[in-house]
């Protein structure tokens, strides 16, 4: 069956640092999400993306985030200048097309120190 | 926008014992999913139940759109079960709402 991957599966970073998050989505999905969890916290949703430009994107998502579909497979998320609260479980969701069933990645674990 | 709710927030059981989760939503939505966040922090998708009723082994879910609530059964519970239980919701702005989850703990 196939399935969303993510790399890393957990990165060390320092604060102030670029970090960049990959996610491969199933081929032939068309839309594309991050989200977002803080230790013990709930799923936030981060931004959405279809057809190569951001469809909605949440408060949480500010100038420091930037998301590209840099050749056609991958699906990347970019912390520009990370801080301590960026520390966070990173989960990438794709769907085949609108209104259906969300598959999730195996998320990305960032520690910023 | 959507406000999703879940109770109870923790449950513990003893191994063996059933147990209903639910999951309360404020308004009309076109896409529910039930997760396990397994210990090592993965989303499991147990359900894609937009409406209606289904089963998988000990695990079933049913979603009464109408009313705005969905429960998730788990009967025989094992101590693999334990971990983090979310509902998601999707009211037609194509992402997900999570709830706040359900700690469930199984005892040996």
């Known amino acids: 069956e196939p399935e969303v991957t993510q790399t890393p599966s957990h990165q060390v970073t320092q604060m102030g640092q670029e970090v960049i998050l990959r996610c491969v989505p199933i081929?032939?999905?068309?839309?594309f999400y991050w989200y977002r969890q803080i230790l013990g916290q709930k799923v936030e949703f981060l931004v959405s993306f279809y057809n190569n430009e951001i469809s909605e994107k949440s408060e949480i998502f500010d100038d420091q985030f930037s998301v590209e579909r840099p050749d056609g497979s991958n699906f990347t998320l970019k912390i520009r200048s990370t801080k301590l609260e960026d520390s966070a479980m990173y989960f990438c969701?794709?769907?085949?097309?609108?209104?259906?069933?969300?598959?999730f990645g195996p998320g990305t674990r960032l520690t910023v120190l | 926008g959507i406000q999703v709710e879940q109770s109870p927030p923790d449950l513990i059981l003893q191994e063996g014992a059933n147990s209903t989760l639910r999951c309360n939503f404020s308004?009309?939505?076109?896409?529910l999913q039930w997760f396990h966040q397994n210990p090592w922090g993965q989303l499991i998708n147990l359900f894609y139940?937009?409406?209606g009723t289904k089963q998988n082994g000990r695990l079933s879910a049913t979603t009464v759109a109408t009313e705005r609530y969905s429960l998730l059964y788990i009967s025989s519970s094992q101590t693999t079960d334990s971990g983090v239980y979310f509902c998601?919701?999707?009211?037609?702005?194509?992402?997900?709402?999570f709830g706040p989850g359900t700690r469930l703990s199984v005892l040996p």
């Open positions: 998601a919701v999707d009211n037609y702005g194509q992402n997900f709402v």
């Open positions: 308004d009309s939505v076109n896409n």
């Open positions: 081929s032939n999905h068309l839309y």
């Open positions: 969701a794709t769907i085949p097309d609108s209104y259906n069933e969300q598959f």
């Open positions: 139940i937009p409406s």
